[in-house]
């Protein structure tokens, strides 16, 4: 177990010191090397797994010992296969952009008399609509419910303002004929608010099926 266990720490230690030389390779090499980081990683693994049965076989005073060192190892090469795909995501993710970037640059002019211009990227332009119709229609759905928390604001006042009316013209001994026409005000007020609710409900509801 002794032998295999420092052939295995061995080689941890030598794509650990490769992995430094990832960012220094070129592009056409460097494929080259990860596929040759990723089969020793493959190979170090096969080694653990024969590393954790021996340890197994290990003398009872012992076992627990040998057990750790191996898991140690383990976590070295786990860190150092999780550096790996790291570098591989940045990389891809690096190409795509720079590949999208060159795509962009490569489109050709296009004249039209004395003016020149460039095509616009249809799909680039689409998202960037959509994103401003978002953003409109959530400024509009805003307005409206502000629009609706002042209609409610201004429906609880007109009944505290209707309230005290009536307590009012109770205490002032006011006339039937004048307490009708209070009530018939506070009526037609009352559907007035009612109206600009609907036609707010109206609106918002154009808003989000044409814009959304």
Known sequence: METLYHQTNKQIQEVQSQMGNLERTDRQSVHLLENELQARIDQIFSDLERLEILSSKEPPNRRQNAKLRVDQLKYDVQHLRSALQNFQHRRYTREAQEREREELLSRTFTTNDADTSIPID???????????????????????????NGLRDQRSTLKGTHKKMLDVANMLGLSNTVMRFIERRATQDKFIMIGGMLLTCIFMFLVIRYLG
Do not use: C, K, P, V
């Open 122 to 148: 249809e799909t680039l332009q689409f998202n960037t609509n959509l994103h401003n119709a978002h953003r409109g229609m959530d400024d509009l759905l805003g307005s409206g419910s502000s629009i609706l």
